[in-house]
């Protein structure tokens, strides 16, 4: 073998040895990729490349395709993939049932009220919480409102009477459909549409982003705009991971978080409302958008889940909330 080639070889082993082992982060979501979460999971793993310089390598598994909602919590408290991004609904069965704060029917009227309480004293005090998990919170990305449906059209309370209705894992929402007379079922985001398609279930609610992109307007003939409830997402990661990266690299994932959950809620609007033309324009389904009265009749049903699930969520915070976004129950 030639001087230079033994030469070459030892000096790419001694770079090599000086370089820095790449870390690479698994972020693993229930999602598909054309989703407000999907997207900014790609801008994340784009800017953490670039801010680090390469030094950190981030991996987005979309679509419950290396993890299912449940699987997936656990694989982050073991250290078998470094982030994910649950839906906020998704963080009783981990044992913090404040979350479900969040899922409170009609609490919030649109992204602005959101944000006084995400960016708010409420939203720190709720990302604390994980930390006693083993968890760290590193931002709140914004979904969208919810719509309901099912193969019947649903106009007033008394539709949703007797329907399975699929949620999140929430004892909020389960209150809620209970509120209207349905039958809730838990059941996981990946099994959702086969259960429509089978009848497993009848209707469930979703953005019209996970509707249209999870094709369950394909299986669901109406879908009624209650705007009723809101889904976002608490960007997390493991506690021990994260506290062991270099300061510099941890400092540039912050700044890349910090920009890509900036980016994750600039799109959230818009990317429903792109979502809801395509199923108008599929044809597949009926959309029905209830008149004021229905609306009022609708939230007047679900208004009473609040004090019954004061005691599991805090009154305290539902007070702040409140008070945040002057919503006054008494007044409808
Ligand atoms: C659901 O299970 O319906 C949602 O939480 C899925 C998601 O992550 O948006």
Redesign the pocket.
């Known amino acids: 073998m030639k001087l230079n080639s033994i030469l070459a070889g030892v000096l790419l082993g001694v770079a090599a040895l000086g370089a820095q082992a790449q870390t690479v982060i698994k972020f693993s979501?229930?999602?598909a990729a054309d989703?407000p979460?999907g997207k900014g999971a790609e801008f994340f793993a784009k800017r953490a490349a670039e801010l680090t310089k390469g030094k950190v390598k981030v991996e987005v598994y979309a679509n419950s395709t290396l993890y299912k909602?449940k699987e997936e919590m656990e694989a982050l408290q073991l250290g078998a993939v470094q982030m994910l991004?649950?839906?906020l609904?998704?963080f009783g069965p981990l044992g913090i049932k404040e979350f479900e704060l969040f899922d409170l029917p009609y609490l919030f009227d649109d992204y602005k009220d959101l944000h006084l309480v995400t960016d708010g004293p409420v939203g720190k005090s709720l990302f604390q919480k994980l930390e006693t998990k083993g968890l760290v919170g590193l931002g709140y990305w914004d979904?969208g409102f919810k719509v309901m449906s099912a193969n019947k059209p649903l106009k007033n309370p008394e539709d949703y009477k007797g329907l399975k209705m699929?949620?999140?894992?929430s004892n909020v929402l389960d209150a809620q459909m209970r509120a209207v007379g349905s039958i809730p079922q838990k059941?996981?985001?990946s099994e959702?549409y086969q259960a429509l398609q089978t009848g497993v279930v009848d209707g469930?609610?979703?953005?019209p982003?996970?509707l249209y992109t999870q094709k369950m307007h394909e299986v669901q003939k109406h879908v009624s705009l209650t705007n009723h409830g809101y889904?976002g997402?608490a960007v997390i990661t493991n506690k021990k991971f994260w506290d062991a990266l270099p300061a510099d690299v941890r400092g540039q994932l912050e700044q890349a978080m910090k920009e890509s959950t900036k980016y994750a809620n600039d799109i959230a609007k818009e990317d429903n409302e792109r979502a809801l033309e395509e199923v108008r324009k599929s044809g597949k389904s009926q959309i029905y958008t209830p008149t004021a009265a229905e609306k009022l009749a609708l939230k007047k049903a679900m208004v009473k889940v609040h004090s019954e699930m004061a005691s599991r969520i805090g009154k305290e915070s539902i007070d702040i909330v409140y008070k945040a976004t002057n919503f006054d129950p008494s007044k409808l």
């Open positions: 979501h229930v999602v989703t979460k909602d991004a649950p839906s609904s998704k979904n699929r949620i999140q894992s059941m996981a985001f959702v469930t609610e979703n953005p982003s996970n889904i997402y």
